[in-house]
């Protein structure tokens, strides 16, 4: 067993496996990342069309290649040769800096995501990961902050008011479940004592899931079941922080034409699409890496196959999961409405950040009475904090909401000849047959006596 554990650490790249990397090496894994993210790109666009047609009962594309697998890359080859339509109010200089920021940042955010362990290339032992430093994770934060100034500067930059509306919407959106993102992230430093991603696979690799709660349980220490609270926030996060249904609200079809890239034609079109996609590939390796144990492979597979996150392996388990994780983006688009922007709003703010906040300051403590307190009085104290929370949810004053207007009330408060909006609940008003109707039926008083009005 300690030649298995030792043999599985070899396995485990360093921070000083990347410095000896010699330039060459460097640079076939530069291109390996860049051809990994085309091709997984132009999978994942074929793969949600066909996903989206299975469960809307409808073909989807069957044309282009085996079974349709080709759509995806003849769309990619006809875009930059369609006609360029760039508006006269537009800044040229910003309008053309826009989809470049977008689809930078996106691959930049992948140079420090952990593919594999430590491999055989070429007579050099490398670890599958382009590079790596002791703050990965900020890395990663950085680029998907900046990904923001690509959407806000298209917007602006297009001299149209739809666009400008969607990149005022995309900064709001981006600010707002950037935070709750981060808060997430928070527990994994605090459990893994590291910011470094390939640490933080290696952290999950060693002791169990409940090392802090004093058990002595020998499956892997995946963050996604210890942290199980930061795990699915960051996944609804992520789901805001790429604009994906149901909060792509920055370009909203049904409000806002197109949102931030409704000027935008050809090539820079196909840039923030490649971006946006690349995204959601980022967001699902920084999730596999973070809360399901990065490259290795699960529990079930490991404990018959001794190798099996040795070598190349690793690669085929990393992305396996983060096909698993592009299924869940697809599968949201395809079931869900999209949110109310002042709805999506709210639930960033008040539901994810406090929730976040609480939970974090739960994990703090559990790990301070871990250290500081005897077994019977930490789970003692533990126990009763978790029974003052519940107290605290229960008995909490319940928002009261304002009375809702009826319909009928809403429409007599409008001033005639006012532009006719939709009733802030939504419901649906009354056909004018209806309102005749009900206007037959209902008496009149004239001169004091009752009779019934005439339309």
């Not at 967001?283 to 399901?292: E, G, I, K, M, Q």
């Not at 994810?352 to 301070?368: E, G, H, Q, R, T």
Request: aromatic share 12%; net charge neutral; with cysteine.
């Amino acid at each position: 067993m300690n030649s298995m554990i030792v043999a599985a650490h070899a396995q485990d790249p360093s921070l000083q496996t990347f410095e000896n990397d010699v330039w060459w090496i460097t640079l076939i894994k530069l291109l390996g990342v860049f051809v990994i993210l085309l091709l997984l790109t132009l999978f994942t666009i074929n793969y949600e069309r066909k996903v989206v047609a299975r469960m809307a009962v409808r073909p989807g594309p069957n044309q282009v290649g085996p079974n349709g697998w080709l759509q995806s890359l003849t769309d990619g080859l006809k875009l930059p040769f369609k006609e360029e339509i760039i508006p006269k109010t537009a800044d040229k200089v910003v309008y053309f800096i826009a989809p470049v920021i977008s689809a930078t940042t996106a691959f930049t955010a992948f140079s420090v995501i952990p593919f594999g362990g430590v491999v055989s290339m070429f007579g050099h032992k490398t670890a599958l990961q382009l590079t790596d430093v002791p703050v990965s994770v900020l890395v990663l934060l950085a680029c998907s902050s900046m990904s923001v100034y690509g959407v806000v500067l298209a917007g602006w930059a297009s001299g149209s008011t739809y666009p400008l509306l969607g990149g005022l919407r995309s900064s709001a959106q981006m600010i707002s479940y950037e935070v709750a993102m981060g808060l997430s992230i928070v527990a994994v430093f605090m459990t893994a004592g590291t910011m470094s991603t390939s640490q933080i696979v290696k952290a999950q690799a060693e002791g169990n899931p409940f090392h802090f709660l004093g058990m002595d349980l020998t499956s892997p220490s995946w963050y996604g079941v210890l942290l199980f609270p930061s795990f699915i926030i960051y996944m609804i996060s992520a789901v805001g922080e790429t604009n994906r249904a149901p909060f792509d609200l920055p370009e909203a079809e049904s409000e806002l034409v197109g949102g931030f890239q409704t000027e935008y034609s050809s090539f820079k079109f196909a840039m923030f699409y490649l971006a946006e996609y690349i995204n959601m590939i980022t967001v699902s390796a920084f999730c596999t890496t973070l809360f399901l144990g990065g490259w290795r492979a699960p529990w079930p597979i490991t404990a018959f196959w001794h190798g099996a996150n040795s070598g190349w392996f690793a690669l085929i388990w990393f992305l396996v999961k983060i096909l698993i994780f592009l299924f869940g983006f697809i599968w949201l688009r395809a079931t869900l409405p999209r949110m109310r922007y002042d709805q999506f709003m709210r639930f960033g703010w008040k539901v994810l950040i406090p929730v976040n906040l609480v939970w974090i300051l739960f994990l703090s403590y559990v790990k301070l009475a871990n250290n500081e307190l005897s077994d019977r009085t930490k789970w003692l104290s533990i126990g009763g904090l978790v029974v003052v929370i519940l107290v605290v949810a229960m008995l909490w004053p319940a928002s009261r909401k304002p009375r809702q207007l009826s319909v009928e009330e809403q429409l007599a408060a409008k001033p005639p000849g006012s532009f006719p909006v939709p009733p802030m609940d939504l419901q649906v008003p009354p056909s004018p047959r209806a309102r005749r109707a009900v206007a037959e039926r209902t008496p009149a008083t004239v001169g004091g006596d009752t009779e019934t009005k005439e339309v």
